[in-house]
């Protein structure tokens, strides 16, 4: 099955990877039109990127850059939202990662799951004193185990 948003099929959802997190849209978190705010889901989605900048750098890290974005469909209350974060780039004290964000929406006819919105976002390792911090040598493959 092709992993495209168009595809709401609940086979989308990529069960051979671990979410880096999970949580419910509120009610709280809902623009004029009743959708979810589009800031609520970047913040997660920023969330979601340093909990794996972290892991790797071992160290406090900064945003520095949201290189791009795209939403693709509208996130409703009452949707578990998952986000996948994988390490795409490795500097000497930036990590790029690449975040993925999926709605699973509980409906009268069968749970549907939606490829809502993707971002790339880089890190800085920072020192206690927001400078960057060289990164530490890790095994090549460090970053398929987040
Ligand atoms: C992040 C910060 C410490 C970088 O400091 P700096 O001394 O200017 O660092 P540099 O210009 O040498 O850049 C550091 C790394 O970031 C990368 N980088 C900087 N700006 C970038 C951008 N716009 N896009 C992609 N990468 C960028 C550089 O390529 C470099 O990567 P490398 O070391 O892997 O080669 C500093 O810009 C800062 O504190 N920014 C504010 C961060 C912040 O408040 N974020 C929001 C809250 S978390």
Not at 33 to 40: L, Q, T, V
Request: hydrophobic share 40%; with cysteine.
């Amino acid at each position: 099955m092709p992993d495209t948003p168009d595809n709401d099929n609940c086979d989308l959802f990529p069960r051979n990877r671990q979410p880096t997190l999970r949580v419910v849209a509120m009610p709280a978190d809902t623009n004029p039109a009743g959708h979810i705010f589009g800031g609520w889901i970047m913040s997660r989605m920023d969330n979601a990127g340093a909990v794996v900048a972290v892991e790797y750098a071992n160290s406090r890290v900064v945003t520095v850059a949201v290189t791009s974005i795209e939403f693709h469909r509208p996130v409703f209350v009452g949707d578990l939202v998952s986000c996948f974060a994988k390490i795409e780039k490795v500097g000497k004290t930036s990590i790029t990662v690449k975040i993925e964000v999926y709605a699973q929406r509980i409906q009268a006819e069968g749970t549907r799951c939606i490829k809502v919105t993707e971002a790339v976002i880089v890190y800085v390792a920072v020192n206690e004193d927001g400078t960057a911090r060289q990164l530490p040598k890790r095994d090549p493959n460090f970053s398929s185990y987040l």
